[in-house]
């Protein structure tokens, strides 16, 4: 399977952008990357994904380098609900669809 | 709909007693994934389903465990003879079949053997 690596933690300010990056340089050509994040005491929530062109949502952007082996995925504004982990996941394709295989993910930390 | 449902939330149980937990995922997803998490550690793919079959599971899932999701929709995993070992939180979540698709994960049921 192919893996991601990311910052087991990253700090931020209120109010000010945040980047927080993810290696993926064993990515197939079909893989897609995947974005999470996980509030505590909660699941999962899905925030974005994308496989060669930049996405845009309302909740972030991500951006995927030319050759795909690094993205990162961009919080315009942190706020303090945004502090959670992140994790960066490469989708595996299997014969039912996609799979999706967790690492350790990125703890965002912002600061008022 | 109000999401993928949970229950319980919480659970505690004595070692060596059986445990079930159901997922109710959100009704028109058609695939559902069982995780385990465990502190400090991402989730762990445990089970998943398409429909009412069982497709894959994980060498994680063992004959200890047991998941079933008779006609589709909700879902049960069930611990026989729990141990320390099997407490970590639960995770349901369920997705249309698609290459690309998003999850959409409940908020888990903790379990803590004792």
């Known amino acids: 399977d192919a893996k991601t690596t990311q910052p087991n933690s990253m700090e931020s300010n209120e109010e000010e952008p945040v980047h927080l990056p993810c290696n993926h340089s064993?990515?197939?050509?079909?893989?897609?990357i995947h974005w999470y994040r996980q509030l505590p005491s909660q699941g999962p929530e899905y925030v974005i994904h994308g496989l060669t062109s930049n996405v845009n949502n309302r909740m972030a952007s991500l951006a995927i380098a030319e050759d795909r082996k690094s993205s990162t995925l961009i919080l315009h504004r942190a706020t303090l609900r945004d502090a959670a982990v992140y994790y960066c996941i490469l989708s595996v394709i299997n014969n039912a669809g996609n799979m999706l295989t967790f690492g350790g993910g990125t703890r965002l930390m912002v600061k008022p | 709909d109000t999401g993928v449902s949970q229950d319980p939330r919480h659970k505690i149980t004595k070692r060596g007693q059986n445990v079930t937990f159901r997922c109710d995922p959100i009704?028109?997803?058609?695939?559902l994934y069982w995780y385990r998490q465990t502190l400090g550690q991402g989730p762990e793919f445990l089970t998943y389903f398409q429909n009412e079959a069982q497709l894959e599971k994980s060498r994680l899932l063992s004959d200890r465990f047991s998941a079933e999701r008779p006609k589709g929709s909700f879902s049960t995993l069930e611990i026989q003879r729990t141990e320390q070992g099997d407490s970590a939180m639960y995770l349901c979540?369920?997705?249309?079949?698609?290459?690309?698709?998003?999850?959409?994960f409940g908020s888990g049921t903790r379990l803590t053997v004792v």
């Open positions: 009704s028109e997803h058609n695939r």
């Open positions: 064993t990515i197939s050509g079909t893989d897609y």
């Open positions: 979540a369920s997705s249309l079949f698609d290459r690309a698709g998003g999850y959409t």
